[in-house]
């Protein structure tokens, strides 16, 4: 399990771009599932849409790639610095299967399908309760920034 400050340690990103808040679990080199909170609140949602708040189908994606990157952190053997990023490099085969509104709670899934030459590749989902909202396939690489 990661708490905020964790997950802050091995991101990059901040408010309002950091859309992981918890890691309820992590398995290097397998699996990692964590959850995104939906709130009213959220700069998106005023300008998407006013009188029907849906979260934009980018940032679910956004969310589910950035727990996929704290899995590839976690299963690099490598300390997280200052220095290191997580770049976000591919997706594929993405599908939207039901909208996500304030007060939806996202579990963000994700396993590892292939380690090559330092690109890692998932299989990503969200979920709301029991229903899938998106599924694609993720890629993304850790570098040292200069």
């Given at each position: 399990m990661m708490e905020?400050?964790?997950?802050?340690?091995?991101l990059p990103h901040r408010y309002p771009f950091?859309?992981?808040?918890?890691?309820l679990e992590l398995v290097p080199?397998?699996?990692v599932v964590a959850?995104?909170?939906?709130?009213?609140?959220?700069?998106h949602f005023p300008g998407h849409f006013p009188?029907?708040?849906?979260?934009p189908g980018v940032l679910i994606i956004e969310a589910m790639a950035q727990a996929a990157g704290l899995l590839a952190f976690k299963s690099s053997n490598r300390d997280t610095?200052?220095?290191?990023?997580?770049?976000?490099?591919g997706i594929d085969n993405a599908r939207f299967k039901r909208p996500v509104v304030?007060?939806?709670?996202?579990?963000?899934?994700?396993?590892?399908?292939?380690?090559?030459?330092?690109i890692w590749k998932f299989e990503a989902r969200a979920m709301v309760g029991d229903q899938l909202a998106c599924e694609a396939e993720l890629m993304c690489t850790i570098r040292e920034l200069d």
């Open positions: 905020i400050t964790d997950i802050m340690r091995h950091l859309l992981v808040d918890r890691v080199n397998e699996h959850i995104k909170n939906v709130t009213m609140n959220e700069p009188h029907h708040p849906v979260m610095t200052e220095n290191s990023v997580i770049y976000f490099v304030p007060g939806d709670q996202l579990r963000l899934e994700a396993k590892i399908t292939k380690n090559v030459r330092g």
